[in-house]
């Protein structure tokens, strides 16, 4: 059985990585790489760290694109290569416009998709956009769904779809941050420094700068605190960050290899971020974390007690950063919370429901947290 597994963002490579390692371990399974390069250079580095080598690049990124030129490029491009290969599966990770539009082609020519990542919802279909949206609709199309947690799974069950194969897995997150080594932290550390990472399109304009005034009056407000900012290339957060963003103890830096940015993870004493991958490799890593978002599709990280959502309230967010700098005890109890995420066997639990689909193998039993 050939099975086509599609990437286009480094989060979905970092995910996608373990389940291809695992698909290529099970006898009866051909298992190909597409990369849509939707983000080139993070997918070539996240690639690169796992040693994938894509069996067909698309090569879609361009400069200044939107949502649905990316859309429409993937499935221009995606659809001849479906039809000369004609693969028995197509799997698709979260909620990207790569893996949107990857699984609307399959299922346009009756090709069964699996998703891995399956059932996160927001509920709302404006935040994220176009993330939410593109999540449900894999949802509807896939033949095959892999939650990662409890409350993902019930999501999928309230929804009721007919002829769905569902198995709990564990977040694939948790596998790739076993196999990833840590890389070397640029610069020394500070005292007390604070890992950024801010993006969404959900905060672009005002919200950004407002939330990067706090920062601003934080850094001065605490002599001994340190802001250490991986900075998307989004040209408008980065203009906008090196405008407003001037103060020693801010460092503002190139988007990271991931072994670079996980030492810079593993070394902060928390994190503010509005990044749902980052939320998760928090959690996994021991780091407490503010949610810098209005609603999270990752509830887990709030019932652990790991995080706080503090939205795009600035005051919010200047309490809870003095609180977790104050208070010794607090970060010690949101850092030190049960994985909500799983055990690192979650590619092995979706090569296992691939592999049953076909009639290969037990359907394997649900992780359990």
């Not at 491009?77 to 699984?103: C, H, I, K, Y």
């Not at 990280?301 to 005890?329: E, I, N, Y």
């Not at 092995?348 to 592999?355: P, Q």
């Amino acid at each position: 059985m050939k099975i086509l597994v599609v990437m286009g963002t480094r989060p979905e490579a970092i995910k996608l990585a373990p389940v291809v390692d695992a698909l290529r371990r099970r006898k009866g399974l051909r298992t190909y790489v597409c990369a849509t390069a939707q983000h080139r250079e993070l997918l070539d580095q996240a690639l690169a760290l796992f040693g994938l080598k894509p069996d067909f690049d698309l090569d879609l990124m361009r400069a200044g694109q939107t949502p649905g030129a990316v859309a429409g490029r993937v499935t221009r491009s995606l659809g001849p290569l479906l039809g000369r290969l004609r693969p028995d599966m197509v799997v698709v990770q979260g909620d990207t416009t790569t893996a949107a539009a990857a699984a609307l082609c399959a299922a346009r020519r009756g090709i069964p998709v699996a998703h891995v990542e399956a059932g996160l919802r927001s509920f709302d279909f404006a935040d994220p956009c176009p993330e939410e949206l593109n999540r449900v609709l894999i949802d509807s199309i896939a033949s095959l769904a892999f939650p990662p947690t409890p409350a993902a799974r019930a999501n999928l069950a309230r929804e009721k779809p007919g002829g769905r194969l569902v198995i709990m897995t564990g977040n694939t997150v948790v596998d790739a941050l076993r196999s990833a080594e840590g890389g070397k932290a640029p610069g020394r550390r500070p005292s007390r420094e604070v890992l950024i990472t801010l993006h969404r399109r959900e905060i672009h304009g005002k919200p950004l700068r407002r939330i990067y005034k706090t920062l601003l009056e934080l850094v001065r407000r605490h002599e001994n605190l340190s802001f250490v900012y991986p900075v998307h290339p989004n040209p408008l957060i980065l203009k906008t960050a090196k405008r407003l963003l001037r103060h020693p103890r801010i460092r503002l830096l190139a988007p990271q290899p991931y072994p670079d940015f996980l030492a810079l993870l593993k070394r902060c004493l928390f994190v503010v971020t509005d990044s749902g991958g980052v939320q998760e490799e928090a959690v996994c890593l021991g780091k407490p974390v503010l949610v810098v978002r209005e609603k999270t599709e990752r509830p887990e990280v709030l019932s652990s007690g790991a995080g706080r959502l503090v939205g795009l309230d600035p005051q919010k967010l200047s309490f809870w950063t003095g609180r977790l700098l104050k208070d010794a005890a607090l970060r010690r109890r949101m850092s030190r919370v049960r994985n909500p995420y799983g055990d690192g066997r979650a590619s092995r639990r979706v090569a296992a429901g691939i592999a049953h689909w076909f009639g290969a193998g037990p359907k394997p039993g649900d992780w359990e947290p």
